[in-house]
Nanobody
Framework: QVQLVESGGGLVQPGGSLRLSCASS????????MGWYRQAPGKQRELVAT???????NYADSVKGRFTISRDNAKNTVYLQMNSLKPEDTAVYYC??????????WGQGTQVTVSS
């Protein structure tokens, strides 16, 4: 069973930055893509960003230009650099991996709160 463990969440002021990490128990080359999703209270889980095995990234319109997804294959880790954070970015952020379509594996999530 693949385990994905997120870290790096916390409380940050509007305009601040955070970097989330997702460590995989197995080689991330196994998966066609790795991704970050988020779920705010009372809302459905939504895609934030994905990155393919080949390094092609994709972003939700709401985070383009502010968030950057990257991967370190040697460390089996995926990152999400979040800059210019807004209160509406407050959510639980989940790491996920899959081959195509919906993710197959999920992490437990890490809370990100943007508030003054």
């Amino acid at each position: 069973q693949v385990q994905l463990v997120e870290s790096g969440g916390g409380l940050v002021q509007p305009g601040g930055s955070l970097r989330l990490s997702c460590a995989s128990s197995e080689s991330i080359f196994r998966f066609n893509y790795m991704g970050w999703y988020r779920q705010a209270p009372g809302k459905q889980r939504e895609l934030v960003a994905t990155i393919t095995r080949g390094g092609i990234s994709n972003y939700a319109d709401s985070v383009k230009g502010r968030f950057t997804i990257s991967r370190d294959n040697a460390k089996n880790t995926v990152y999400l650099q979040m800059n210019s954070l807004k209160p509406e970015d407050t959510a639980v952020y989940y790491c996920a991996s899959g081959m195509s379509g919906r993710p197959r594996y999920w992490g437990q999530g890490t809370q990100v709160t943007v508030s003054s």
